[in-house]
């Protein structure tokens, strides 16, 4: 079954939710001196995810939007 998204939608996009979970924990409040750094610090996030933050990561990989049928559309 194929499901409708909007081109543009943040919310919806799986990459976009993992990202916003790697700010807030990792880099949030943080300044780092190179881009170096920076990139350590999120590579260094993003493996302990499986296994530290799994339940974090299955709350953000479930899809959190209601489907409509065509017919609640023509009862309205």
Do not use: C
Not at 28 to 38: P, Q, S, V
């Amino acid at each position: 079954m194929l499901l409708f998204r909007p081109s543009h939608s943040p919310n919806l996009n799986v990459i976009e939710r993992l990202w916003r979970l790697t700010k807030k924990k990792a880099l949030r409040g943080k300044r780092y001196a190179d881009f170096a750094t920076f990139r350590a610090a999120s590579d260094e996030y993003l493996d302990r995810i499986p296994t530290d933050h799994r339940e974090v990561l299955a709350s953000l990989m479930a899809q959190k939007f209601q489907t409509l049928d065509s017919d609640s559309f023509l009862t309205a």
